[in-house]
């Protein structure tokens, strides 16, 4: 999942601070108990009815009546409620539109696959575009046509969205199911390239990293040398042991940090500059020497006691608390997910916030090809056929990725998060000083800055966003210039229900357990044999149809992608 990973920099903040992640990327969080009172809403067969739609007018305006809408979210780390804050309370003011969002406690999956089981799903849904219950929504005709809707109800939506964006996700029949948020086409990336950041960083301590004399760690040798002085001079971070590397969470398919098998999306390969396709065809990343090289790097760090047993078990919440305590020296990791942790180190002493730094790279020393935006975007919206209203939802939605929705959403109510100053429509002193400094508190008390980042728009608030400030803007600045678009690669998995969707989660899993395994191997012997186990296995769970079936949507892809640069 290459966008979750992305994730962009002030959206994710946004998120994860509060998020989150970030997270995401990849992936940041806090909420407020009290919930806004719901409105009452109107039949869906009656309300707002308008006899002939304005393609030149925006839709909301003829309606804004109470209306309350349910709103999932598959992100069980989203803290926010609707309606506890300044910019939520002008937009329900504004446009008459109250949100109920519904988080899940636990599992996403378990929740969102019980809602489809059940037929049961709320008015509007959230979630990456790379899980597979897009395709079950779409496929089960349990979502809108936005195509439909906009026809019938807001044409204005087809003069505020990308068409390009509407034409990546259209499917089959011609209609576009869902919108993404944090999306690049390809005009976006000519217009706005140069501006564009990563979230795929490679950090460490600043006060430790300087008190070691600043090492380059691009060699296995520099590398494994930086992390043993690190521990020699800090055993300890505050009476707890020091953790000199630390990676994102192992999970069922693998590592973002190395490589997660099911969405093909690996931190390690991107610092390698290792390429994603050779002379058309696409490339296995996972057995390039270089890969394999560093893998055995790592394995070795954990010979040499310089991998903590914590990293294979925690969980976010867990790193995150150790990030806070700057116990970890160094992090292949994403830098929007750590957000609000780099804000409390910063608060407590400004030379021990985590600084990107030249990584692990190839033996030819190629700066790293980090993944920027893409067209797919990060997250997708999709309004279900259960929606209690499609005429006010359909207006809604256009309202949100119009440049008055983003404006309204990311600078909140003029007079009181931003105003226009010297000539600039921008964030307040007092509202900027809480954004800079401590990101939770800034969504609860203005609630603008992409703290509702459902459809966010990442290129159009590029116009109101102010410059970064430390202890952020080192570890963005750092990305530009190293950041490419990987648009291509994007939804080429096959379906899951199908067989090689089913075979794909199956050698997924088998990697998920054969990663861990590497790095605590015994010797690089063992470790060889561990890895060439598993492409065994791969074969014969059918990885040859897996990339046939990926090749042929690759290359459909770059037929879509060249015909939106026309």
Not at 37 to 47: K, N
Not at 150 to 165: I, L, M, Q, T
Not at 274 to 297: A, H, I, N, Q, S
């Amino acid at each position: 999942m290459t966008m979750r990973k992305w994730l962009s920099t002030a959206i994710i903040a946004s998120l994860m601070l509060s998020i989150v992640a970030c997270s995401s990327n990849n992936n940041n969080e806090a909420a407020s108990s009290s919930a806004p009172p719901a409105s009452s809403s109107a039949p869906a067969e009656t309300a707002s009815a308008s006899a002939s739609p304005s393609a030149d007018e925006p839709g909301w305006k003829s309606d804004t009546s109470p209306v309350t809408f349910d709103w999932y979210l598959n992100f069980a780390w989203f803290p926010n409620k609707w309606g506890v804050d300044p910019t939520s309370q002008y937009v329900t003011k504004k446009t008459g539109v109250n949100i109920n969002f519904i988080v899940p406690a636990g599992n996403e999956n378990e929740k969102l696959n019980a809602m489809i089981a059940s037929n049961d799903l709320p008015d509007f849904i959230t979630l990456g575009w790379w899980e597979e219950n897009v395709k079950k929504m779409v496929e089960g005709g349990l979502v809108e046509s936005l195509t439909d809707l906009a026809n019938e109800y807001d044409p204005y939506f087809f003069k505020v969205a990308d068409a390009a964006k509407l034409s990546w996700y259209a499917q089959p029949d011609g209609k576009t199911y869902m919108y993404p948020n944090s999306s690049a086409s390809p005009n976006d990336f000519q217009k706005y390239g140069d501006r564009f950041i990563s979230n795929q960083t490679f950090v460490v301590r600043k006060d430790i990293y300087e008190a070691i004399g600043s090492p380059d760690m691009r060699t296995p040798e520099g590398f494994l040398n930086a992390l043993k002085l690190a521990k020699e001079k800090f055993p300890e971070i505050n009476g707890q042991p020091i953790i000199p590397i630390g990676f994102h969470e192992f999970g069922d398919s693998g590592n973002y940090s190395f490589i997660d098998m099911a969405q093909d999306s690996s931190y390690l390969s991107s610092f390698l500059a290792l390429p994603r396709e050779k002379e058309g065809k696409l490339y296995d990343r996972l057995t390039d020497p270089e890969f394999v090289r560093w893998l055995k790097v790592f394995r070795q760090a954990n010979q040499d006691g310089l991998i903590s047993k914590d990293v294979f078990v925690d969980k976010r919440a867990q790193m995150e608390e150790k990030i806070a305590q700057g116990r970890y020296f160094a992090m292949l990791y994403q830098r929007t997910d750590f957000a609000a942790q780099q804000n409390v180190l910063y608060a407590n002493d400004p030379n021990s916030v985590y600084i990107a730094v030249d990584g692990p790279a190839n033996a030819n020393m190629d700066a790293p090809t980090l993944a920027g935006p893409a067209i797919s975007g990060w997250t997708v919206t999709l309004i279900s056929k259960k929606v209690k209203d499609k005429e006010r939802a359909i207006k809604f939605l256009s309202y949100l990725i119009s440049e008055e929705g983003q404006k309204d959403l990311y600078l909140g109510e003029k007079g009181v998060s931003y105003d226009t100053i010297d000539g600039v429509d921008q964030f307040l002193p007092e509202a900027k000083k809480l954004l800079d400094t401590d990101r939770s508190a800034f969504d609860k008390q203005y609630g603008s800055s992409l703290t509702f980042w459902m459809q966010q728009d990442t290129n159009m608030i590029l116009q109101w966003q102010p410059p970064a400030v430390e202890p952020f803007k080192q570890l963005e600045e750092w990305t530009k210039g190293k950041t490419k678009s990987y648009s291509e690669f994007d939804l080429i998995n096959p379906p899951a229900t199908s067989p090689e969707g089913i075979n794909l989660t199956k050698i997924a899993n088998e990697f998920g357990q054969a990663l861990p395994k590497m790095i605590l191997s015994k010797s690089d012997a063992d470790l060889d044999t561990i890895l060439n186990d598993f492409v065994a296995k791969r074969e014969k769970l059918g990885y040859a149809d897996i990339q046939s079936y990926r090749q042929a949507k690759y290359e459909e892809n770059l037929k879509k992608l060249a015909e939106f640069m026309k």
